[in-house]
C-alpha cells in the first residue's frame, strides 16, 4: 500500500533549532510537523491521489457539503519512538476499524483499513524526526480525519470525500505527575440517544458537547459526565473518557465499566484496560451503572476509585463529581492505586518498556 503515496517534501521546513525548541515544551495539539497526508474519494474512481505534501491550509469551496451538513468524522491515536530508534503505534488497527465505522454511520466512503494504517507510517516516515525521544510519555499525536468535498446544496450523502492526517507532537499529559479532576453530572444536556451518533467519532458529536463543557467549566470542572438519554439515569461517559469504577481493595477487586449499550464511544483504551485489569486480578465487569449507585457508592466508601480513560491522558483520576445541588468526593480525592497501576502497564507497553505479550504495537518505522 505505501507505494501508493506520492511525496512533495516540505520546500520550507521548520528550521531545526525551533524543532527542537518545540520538542522541548509541545503542549498538546498546539504545534503540526512538516507534512501532512491525504487521499481523495470519488464515487467513479474510489480511493485515488494518495500524497504525502507539505503541511498547510486546505482549499475548499463554500459550498462544499462538509460545510453545511457536518458530514465529517476523525480519529485519534499516539505513535511512539521505542528505545531501539523505530516508531510504533499502539493499535492501529483499532483505530482505522472505528474511523471504518464511524464513515458507515455517517454515510461517508469506508477508507481501507491498510490504507489508513500506510498513512501513518508514510506521514511519520516524511516526519520522523519530529517524533520526541524514547523513554518519557512524549508522543506523536496523529490525528485522521474526513471530510465531504462534493460543492453542491441538498441533503445528500456527498460523493466526494477529502481523507487527511495531520500529526502533532505532545508533551506528558500530566507534566507534574498524575492529578486527579474535578467532573460535572450534566443533568441537561446529554451527549447520544440510542440510534443516534454517539457510538461514532463525528465531529458533531464534541460541537454539542462544548455548551455543557462550558457549564462544567463554570463549576469549576475539567470534564462532563453524561447520563443517558433515555432515562436520565444511567452513566454513559465523558465528553472524551470512557469511564472506569474499582470496588473493593486489596485482592477482592472489581472493576466496572459502563457496557456499550449503543450510546458510547467504544474507547480502544477502554478496551485495553479491561483486559490488563483481568491481568491484574481484578474481577472485570461490563454492566449498566446508574448515577445514583455511583453517588451511595462514592458515599459509603464501597467504590474506592473512578477514572476516564482515553488516548490522550490514558488514565485520568477522578476526584470529585459535583452536580446540581451537591458534591461528592472519591475515595481520599487522590489518584488511586488501581488506576495508576493499569496506567502504568499501559504506558510501559506503548513505550516499549514492557513485553507486547497482545500484539498491540504496530511497528510503523523502523529503527
Ligand atoms: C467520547 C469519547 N469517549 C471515549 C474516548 C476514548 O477513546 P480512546 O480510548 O479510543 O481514545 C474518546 C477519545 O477518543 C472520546 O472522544
Not at 7 to 20: I, L, Q
Not at 135 to 163: D, H, I, K, N, Q
Not at 292 to 303: C, R
Not at 330 to 335: A, L, N, R, V, Y
Request: glycine share 10%.
Amino acid at each position: 500500500m505505501s507505494a501508493q503515496f506520492s511525496r512533495t517534501s516540505n520546500p520550507d521546513p521548520t528550521p531545526e533549532a525551533r524543532r527542537t525548541e518545540i520538542l522541548a515544551a509541545p503542549g498538546f495539539g498546539r504545534y503540526f510537523t512538516d507534512h501532512m497526508a491525504t487521499v481523495r474519494w470519488n464515487a467513479q474512481r474510489g480511493w485515488h491521489d494518495a500524497a504525502v505534501v507539505p503541511y498547510g491550509p486546505l482549499v475548499l469551496d463554500p459550498a462544499s457539503m462538509v460545510l453545511h451538513y457536518g458530514q465529517e468524522i476523525f480519529e485519534g491515536l499516539k505513535a511512539y519512538r521505542q528505545p531501539d530508534g523505530s516508531i510504533a503505534s499502539f493499535r492501529p488497527e483499532a483505530n482505522a476499524a472505528r474511523f471504518r465505522a464511524t464513515a458507515a454511520r455517517m454515510a461517508m466512503a469506508p477508507l481501507p483499513d491498510e490504507l489508513f494504517v500506510a498513512s501513518l507510517a508514510e506521514l511519520l516516515d516524511a516526519d520522523r524526526e519530529w517524533v520526541p525521544p524514547a523513554g518519557g510519555e512524549e508522543a506523536m499525536y496523529l490525528r485522521p480525519f474526513m471530510l465531504a468535498t462534493e460543492v453542491g446544496l441538498g441533503v445528500r450523502p456527498s460523493s466526494e470525500y477529502l481523507y487527511c492526517l495531520i500529526a502533532s507532537p505532545v508533551g506528558p499529559y500530566f507534566p507534574g505527575g498524575v492529578k486527579p479532576i474535578d467532573v460535572w453530572l450534566s443533568t441537561e444536556y446529554t451527549r447520544a440517544a440510542l440510534g443516534g451518533t454517539g457510538t461514532a467519532k463525528c465531529g458533531g458529536n464534541y460541537a454539542a458537547s462544548l455548551l455543557p463543557q462550558a457549564q462544567g467549566a463554570e463549576h469549576g470542572c475539567s470534564q462532563v459526565v453524561y447520563l443517558d438519554a433515555e432515562e436520565r439515569h444511567w452513566v454513559d461517559e465523558m465528553g472524551s473518557n470512557n469511564l472506569f469504577f474499582v470496588y473493593g481493595s486489596g485482592d477482592q477487586i472489581e472493576v466496572v465499566t459502563p457496557a456499550l449499550t449503543g450510546s458510547i464511544l467504544p474507547g480502544i483504551t477502554r478496551d485495553s484496560l479491561l483486559v490488563l485489569a483481568k491481568e491484574l486480578g481484578c474481577e472485570v465487569t461490563e454492566r449498566r451503572m446508574s448515577w445514583d449507585e455511583w453517588l451511595s457508592g462514592a458515599a459509603d466508601g464501597s467504590i474506592s476509585e473512578v477514572f476516564g480513560c482515553g488516548t490522550a491522558a490514558v488514565v485520568t483520576p477522578i476526584g470529585r463529581v459535583r452536580y446540581h445541588g451537591g458534591e461528592v468526593v472519591m475515595g481520599d480525592g487522590q489518584p488511586g492505586p488501581v488506576g495508576l497501576r493499569l496506567r502504568s502497564m499501559l504506558t510501559d507497553i506503548q513505550r516499549g518498556a514492557a513485553p507486547d505479550t497482545h500484539s498491540w504495537m504496530r511497528t510503523l518505522v523502523p529503527a
